[in-house]
């Protein structure tokens, strides 16, 4: 009798658990390693994509003599000679390509110049104590971090649409580019139109990155020792994974499509270890929306390096690159 009670219990459970969510996603997340290949440093300019590159050819003065844009089968769109300019970034959809003139100098005044889709020339935008500039994933809004504790943002046209204040290193925009999120001093900041609507205090006194989800909603962020998942309304705390064992810290993470987050983490073998060996070791960790981990595999890294591995998935989220310094490899979801 007991051991049909017990049957009758195990049934329950199972079927129950079958029908959750979580059960679902780690029951049909399936990675396969498809390749591995050597870790090159990346200095070419395209978008984040993949989908626009340009063949680019630097002068003697150190500036850009020959920009050549071209689609991922290599047709060119447009090409500019003596350009004169340091940089150049490109929008995912390739409509909009900005170039940077006066780099280098902090505190300096450089000039941004906006292009259109067969490069011709939109509008020039002053900007003083250039740091860094970045595109919104699916709009063409531009962030340009400076040393004046600002954030400039513009549109396609060149236009300057409002200004974040702050002077965090870690920054972030929703794929729209109506939301920005900002580390400062351990505290993350949310943006909406560049006027701030919530703030949270992390555990730790910096993060390492911050992520927002395809759609917007949420937000991942990692410092060393946790990884949060925030919501974009009101940064309310979703769920928090921390890494009870001393020896990893959190490098990466990437929000997929179909919203699965994954995370690098890096293994510190100690002091005693041979520096060249010290952090050669890491691991990939993926978790569903719902916080349950539905992945996890371990990973050569070599080279001497805390901040691998780095994990980016593809557009469509069927690929996850996971790059280590000697090492990439490439898995691919089965089902």
């Known amino acids: 009798m007991f051991k049909k009670y017990e049957m009758l219990l195990f049934l329950i459970t199972f079927i129950f658990g079958f029908l959750s969510p979580s059960f679902f996603v780690l029951s049909a997340l399936e990675m396969r390693l498809t390749k591995e290949i050597p870790t090159v440093p990346s200095y070419g300019i395209k978008s984040e994509n993949g989908n626009f590159w340009s063949e680019t050819r630097f002068g003697k003065d150190g500036t850009i003599e020959h920009f050549a844009l071209k689609n991922k089968n290599g047709t060119l769109l447009w090409e500019k000679w003596n350009t004169k300019e340091n940089w150049f970034w490109i929008s995912n959809d390739g409509k909009t390509t900005i170039g940077l003139k006066g780099a280098g100098v902090e505190g300096l005044t450089s000039y941004l110049t906006f292009y259109n889709e067969v490069g011709k020339k939109r509008r020039e935008a002053e900007i003083k104590g250039f740091e860094g500039g970045v595109f919104a994933s699916r709009e063409n809004i531009f962030f340009v971090k400076t040393s004046f504790r600002e954030i400039h943002t513009f549109n396609a046209s060149g236009k300057e649409l409002y200004r974040i204040k702050g002077s965090g290193s870690i920054f972030a925009s929703s794929p729209d580019g109506r939301l920005a999120t900002l580390e400062e001093m351990g505290e993350v900041k949310l943006y909406r139109n560049g006027v701030e609507i919530a703030s949270v205090s992390l555990e730790e006194p910096f993060a390492y990155q911050l992520c927002f989800s395809k759609d917007?909603?949420?937000?991942?962020?990692?410092?060393?020792?946790?990884?949060?998942?925030?919501?974009?309304?009101?940064?309310?705390?979703?769920w928090k994974k921390h890494l009870s064992d001393p020896c990893l810290t959190y490098s990466s993470i990437d929000i997929s499509e179909d919203e699965?987050?994954?995370?690098?983490?890096?293994?510190?073998?100690?002091?005693?270890?041979?520096?060249?060996?010290?952090?050669?070791?890491?691991?990939?960790?993926?978790?569903?929306?719902?916080?349950?981990?539905?992945?996890?595999?371990?990973?050569?890294?070599?080279?001497w390096s805390i901040h691998r591995p780095l994990v980016k998935f593809s557009p469509d989220g069927k690929i996850l690159f996971v790059e280590g310094a000697e090492k990439t490899y490439i898995f691919e979801k089965v089902r």
């Open 216 to 238: 917007g909603k949420i937000i991942a962020c990692i410092t060393p020792r946790n990884l949060c998942l925030f919501d974009s309304k009101k940064l309310s705390l979703v």
């Open 260 to 303: 699965i987050i994954a995370s690098g983490v890096s293994k510190d073998e100690g002091e005693n270890a041979e520096e060249s060996k010290r952090y050669n070791n890491g691991k990939v960790l993926l978790y569903a929306k719902d916080g349950v981990k539905v992945w996890e595999r371990d990973v050569f890294l070599g080279g």
